[in-house]
């Protein structure tokens, strides 16, 4: 086990004295590293902004499973699904709703929503 300056006990070894900062050595300066990061998203922003649609576009038509791989990435990884989704709603509001879906999907009242159906 090691002991830092200030006494404090830590089970993870400290660097060596050589790698250590020393006296008037603050080390990077406050902020540096956020600065590049900011620069870079700033760029890539503006890049977007000019080409993105037409880059997208071009992905998805010459190459399909890269297209994909970045959809797939920007979905979540857990998906929750609620079961108590219409708990301590009336059987008047479900119904309501129920008409209001069917309305939306064109399914007159009586009609089974399974298939569309030819008008």
């Not at 590293?33 to 080409?51: P, Q, S, T, V, W």
């Not at 219409?86 to 399914?107: C, N, Q, T």
Request: proline share 8%.
């Amino acid at each position: 086990m090691a002991t830092r300056k200030n006494g404090e006990k830590t089970a993870k070894p400290l660097p060596p004295v050589e790698h250590q900062f020393k006296a008037g050595n603050p080390g990077r300066p406050k902020g540096s590293r956020n600065k590049l990061g900011e620069a870079f998203i700033e760029a890539l922003h503006a890049d977007f902004m000019d080409h993105g649609p037409t880059v997208i576009e071009a992905v998805r038509v010459e190459k399909p499973d890269q297209y994909l791989k970045v959809i797939a990435s920007i979905l979540p990884k857990q998906l929750e699904i609620k079961n108590d989704a219409f708990e301590g709603m009336s059987d008047d509001e479900l119904a309501a709703l129920v008409a209001a879906a069917r309305s939306a999907l064109g399914i007159a009242e009586g009609e089974r929503g399974d298939a569309p159906t030819a008008h």
